[in-house]
């Protein structure tokens, strides 16, 4: 099979080649999936790029990137239905913690990992249901029920924020959104009730005037840059769901505010998600999509060589939705 790899860290078109591997077979409790498409994620980016804190070098001597994909099954192992030959599915962690990813033709892994793509969703929105789709709807539907409430969501713009917003209005929140200016009308058409300037140095008392009461559920981006601004804009009780603090991994918290509203942060990693959690994430996904709740965004779809263009997008940032590599 061909697939994209890199065997050290360094600049996408200088690190990931073209490669040609045995076409992989399914193990006991595993499928085999021909990929359709491949999703391209900062995290997988910023693994390749060698920017994670602490990390030297490779976890493994070759990798081929990317958690998130869909495809057909073509083979399935022992223990595993054979009626399964021949689904639609989408991946979900297909290249964490361990070196093979879905940037190839081909990807064996644990049946429970390809999930079946319901007819009526495209293999193109399935491929954004990983890393995107789970983080949106686990830190927006992963607490208590957001009907009635309002939610903060940090980069409506973006793939997992666009996501988020659609999955609030279908469970009948008020949703306030931040966003680049550029890409206000892209989380309007979303369905955000409010799209602030996420620059802006009014940002909190125009979220104030909107919702003096205080936001129920944050749905956070950068925490490290917007941790004050959310002790001031919560109301008691409140949650934070935090999923990422790229520009400020060392936050300084002013905890006097998060204490006095007994506010919770509920950090979430999608790699890790217990099981419970990821399923019903899963649940809410395809209910949304298939009611017409909402339709997943995508920034552009790359052909299988300009992967490294893919990465490059990916890493400076400001995409309106995902970024899918067609295989």
């Not at 988020?164 to 890409?183: H, P, R």
Request: with cysteine; glycine share 12%.
């Amino acid at each position: 099979m061909l697939a994209i790899g890199y065997e050290r860290f360094g600049p996408a078109q200088d690190v990931l080649k073209i490669i040609e591997l045995p076409d992989p077979s399914p193990a006991a409790g595993e499928v085999l999936v021909e990929l359709t498409y491949s999703g391209v994620n900062p995290s997988d980016v910023k693994a390749r790029a060698g920017l994670r804190p602490g990390i030297s070098k490779p976890p493994f001597e070759l990798i081929v990137p990317h958690s998130d994909g869909s495809g057909v099954i073509t083979a399935v192992g022992e223990g595993v239905d054979e009626a399964r030959i021949g689904e639609r599915v989408w991946i979900w962690n297909g290249q964490w913690a361990r070196s093979f990813g879905t940037m190839a033709q081909f990807i064996a892994l644990p049946q429970e990992q390809a999930v079946t793509l319901p007819d009526g969703i495209s293999m193109e929105c399935g491929a954004t249901f990983g890393i995107p789709g789970l983080t949106a709807a686990h830190c927006l539907l992963g607490g208590a029920d957001i009907t009635g409430k309002t939610v903060l969501i940090c980069g409506g713009g973006g793939a997992v924020g666009h996501i988020a917003v659609q999955l609030a209005k279908w469970k009948g929140a008020e949703v306030i959104a931040t966003a680049s200016a550029k890409n206000h009308a892209h989380v309007r058409d979303a369905g955000a009730d409010h799209v602030l300037e996420y620059l802006s140095p009014n940002l909190g008392a125009s979220i104030k005037d909107i919702c003096p009461q205080g936001i129920d559920r944050a749905v956070e981006l950068e925490f490290g840059v917007n941790a004050a601004l959310l002790g001031d804009v919560m109301r008691p009780m409140g949650t934070i769901a935090a999923y990422g603090s790229a520009l400020n991994m060392s936050p300084n918290l002013p905890f006097g505010k998060y204490l006095f509203k007994a506010l919770k942060i509920d950090i979430s990693l999608i790699y890790i998600l217990p099981s419970l959690d990821r399923n019903n994430a899963i649940k809410a996904l395809h209910s949304a999509q298939l009611s017409g709740a909402f339709k997943s965004s995508i920034d552009q779809i790359y052909g299988f060589a300009n992967c490294a263009q893919a990465h490059d997008a990916v890493l400076k940032g400001g995409r309106a939705g995902a970024s899918l590599i067609r295989l």
